[in-house]
């Protein structure tokens, strides 16, 4: 591994010294530069320095009291310095803090107090990656599914579009958060290991350790399976934000099934994601509370990401469209039929309607697929990129 050149920016002393000491302990990276200040415009002399120490890796420390102007000093030199990694340091209980890193342009969250480990494991993650942009080009991009209310059709949903993206585009995967998992029952696939699994071993986690968390469908799609008991200790934030870096840096699309969960978590997932699809039903308690978990998931950001997806969709005189996309509060993405019989037999049998090709209802999830995805077949995977690489 060549050795990295690392600039640190830390407004205090103390934690400037310590990182200093910490980086130059890793034997894999060396200071080049500290600063004491964050700059606030390009045209500043700490830019300037930066620029000219010509950084692989630049270090923010986050302070917990005031995150502003170091979340302007991300942002100004991740755009400056398109080649130099920006690794955040800060406090792992402000969820907010951490997603608002990511998205200025931080490729890394680290928590503080840092250790020469944590610092160690993000140089190396940093190498392998750099390697493997050089060598296949960018990264995936997350859908996240959100219920309404509980069972208003997110496995379905879920399953179904990750087999439809599967299928046109092939490298896609299922992920589900749900509190008991059902995704595994829809495609009937007995899995051996899943996200507790894969979230316990993210400290050693590579491409092939995470291909073995995830259970493969026949068609291809790989299923990080939701857990089998109600989890005894939650993930951190932190670690979901690994998780799915790992896991866009791997597969082309992800498909989230956040079933009915609100939490921190689902909060970071729908920031992460490039699209949120919220299930309702036409239904007036579906709607009314499709409006609360929009406001919910907007809080943090990212409302314009929202869209509606009204599932056992029929024509009923005297309601319109218009007047659900009023009552949620989102933008109307997509219809899926009313088909009771057919989705119902479906899960019972383990067969997932996608696989029933030339039936309206799998076209439906296709097409669904074709609007997520229309963007891309003109730009293929440089559409996006959740952790801004470098
Ligand atoms: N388009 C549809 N038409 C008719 N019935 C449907 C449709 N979509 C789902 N269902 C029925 O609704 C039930 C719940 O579906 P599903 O398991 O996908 O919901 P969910 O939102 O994931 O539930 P949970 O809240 O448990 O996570 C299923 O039994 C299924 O048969
Ligand atoms: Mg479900």
Redesign the pocket.
């Known amino acids: 591994m060549p050795e990295l050149s690392v600039v640190i920016m830390a407004t205090d002393n103390e934690q400037r010294t310590v990182l200093q000491v910490l980086v130059d302990g890793t034997s894999v990276a060396r200071t080049a530069h500290t600063c004491a200040s964050f700059p606030v415009a390009v045209s500043d002399p700490i830019t300037r320095r930066v620029q000219a120490a010509n950084p692989d890796v630049l270090m923010v420390d986050i302070p917990a009291d005031n995150p502003s102007p170091a979340m302007r000093a991300i942002e100004l030199l991740h755009q400056e310095l398109p080649d130099c990694a920006v690794f955040a340091i800060g406090n792992l209980n402000q969820p907010q803090v951490i997603v608002n890193a990511m998205r200025a342009g931080a490729r890394e969250f680290i928590e503080r107090p840092t250790t020469t480990t944590d610092l160690l494991e993000a140089f190396v993650r940093l190498t392998t990656a750099q390697r493997r942009v050089q060598k296949e080009g960018l990264r995936g991009k997350i859908f996240t599914i959100v ?1 309404a209310k509980g069972g208003s059709g ?2 379905t949903v879920a399953v179904n579009l990750a087999l439809a993206l599967q299928s046109a585009h092939g490298s896609s995967a299922l992920v589900d958060l ?1 509190p008991l998992g ?2 595994a029952l829809h495609l009937n696939v007995k899995p051996v290991f899943n996200l507790t699994d894969a979230t316990r071993n993210l400290h050693r986690m590579d491409s092939s350790l995470m291909e073995s968390f995830m259970t493969r469908h026949s068609g291809g799609l790989q299923l990080l399976a939701g857990s089998s008991v109600p989890a005894a200790i939650e993930p951190s934030t932190t670690e979901f934000v690994r998780l799915f870096d790992m896991l866009v840096a791997h597969y082309r699309y992800v498909v989230v ?1 956040n ?1 009915s969960r609100l939490d921190a978590v689902s909060r970071l997932v729908a920031n992460l994601s490039e699209c949120v699809l919220l299930v309702a039903c036409t239904d007036v308690a579906s709607l009314w509370s499709a409006a609360r978990v929009q406001q919910y998931l907007g809080e943090t950001g990212g409302r314009e990401r929202l869209r509606l997806v009204l599932n056992r969709f029929r024509k009923v005189p005297g309601f319109s469209e218009s007047e659900a996309e009023n009552a949620a509060g989102v933008k109307l993405l997509w219809r899926v039929p009313n088909q009771y019989f057919a989705i119902s037999s479906s899960i019972d049998r383990g067969t997932p309607v996608m696989e029933q090709s030339q039936t309206d209802i799998a076209r439906c999830f296709s097409g669904l697929a074709n609007e997520l995805t229309r963007d891309d077949i003109n730009v293929k995977r440089e559409a996006w990129s959740l952790f801004k690489t470098v």
């Open positions: 219920n997110s496995t749900a059902h995704a099934d079933s």
